[in-house]
């Protein structure tokens, strides 16, 4: 297991938000990159050094400080989709060869290269800049049902990464709920909401949905 790349987003106009920019155009970038913890959501920052979201609101912050997608799921919807993908087009951070990204377990951890510990947090929810900037009608409800959604990591160990470091599984947490099913939950499939509650690393913003949504299926029950 490996990084294919680590990418930096370039700003771009975002008119599908009416926001004055979206960082979502990410590059591969050689060298080190510096990763370390960005704080509480708010301010734009992410983990990755020179990187940063606009939609300050939705993204970013130490939940979300880093995405990660599969090559191997980018090459499954190169074939779906008659085009070519490259590394970062899916605004992740990190593209990775070798690992079942979707397969994680909330509150699994890596170790990236020698220094650098992440943490499964959360799946990536598409939104509008996501289907605009890919140019695709029926984006969100095509990503959604394919249920291969990458995850936001949190930094553990800061340090620095780079394209080709490998990458351990260092601690697997004993659960069993994955980012595929946290993702499902949250958007297709209501009735796994409850097995959410045993995934405590799982960000408290999403806990407390889940909660709500859980409390207000009993009510019409």
């Known amino acids: 297991m490996k990084l294919l790349s680590v990418n930096i987003g370039r700003p771009r106009p975002n008119p599908w938000k009416g926001l004055q920019a979206?960082?979502?155009?990410?590059?591969?970038?050689?060298?080190?990159?510096?990763?370390?913890?960005?704080?509480?959501?708010?301010?734009?920052?992410?983990?990755?050094?020179?990187?940063?979201?606009?939609?300050?609101?939705?993204?970013?912050?130490?939940?979300?400080?880093?995405?990660?997608?599969?090559?191997?799921?980018?090459?499954?919807?190169?074939?779906?989709m008659w085009r070519t993908l490259p590394n970062g087009v899916f605004g992740e951070n990190l593209t990775t060869e070798g690992l079942d990204v979707n397969a994680a377990l909330i509150g699994e951890r890596w170790r990236i290269g020698p220094d650098v510990v992440l943490e499964v947090s959360c799946p990536r929810i598409p939104c509008g800049t996501?289907?605009?900037?890919?140019?695709?009608?029926?984006?969100?409800?095509?990503?959604?049902?394919?249920?291969?959604?990458?995850?936001y990591l949190r930094v553990i160990e800061p340090g620095e990464i780079r394209a080709g470091d490998l990458v351990e599984v260092v601690h697997r947490p004993a659960h069993d709920v994955t980012v595929e099913l946290v993702f499902r939950a949250m958007t297709s499939e209501p009735d796994l909401l409850p097995r959410l509650e045993a995934a405590d690393a799982l960000p408290e913003p999403d806990r407390a949905k889940a909660r709500r949504r859980i409390a207000a299926q009993a009510r019409k029950a």
């Open 130 to 151: 996501f289907e605009g900037w890919l140019e695709e009608k029926g984006w969100i409800k095509r990503f959604t049902q394919a249920a291969r959604p990458g995850t």
């Open 22 to 80: 979206t960082g979502i155009d990410k590059r591969p970038v050689d060298g080190p990159v510096a990763v370390a913890a960005p704080g509480p959501k708010g301010t734009g920052a992410v983990g990755l050094a020179g990187d940063r979201v606009y939609d300050v609101k939705h993204h970013g912050g130490d939940d979300q400080a880093v995405y990660a997608y599969a090559r191997e799921d980018l090459d499954t919807w190169e074939t779906e």
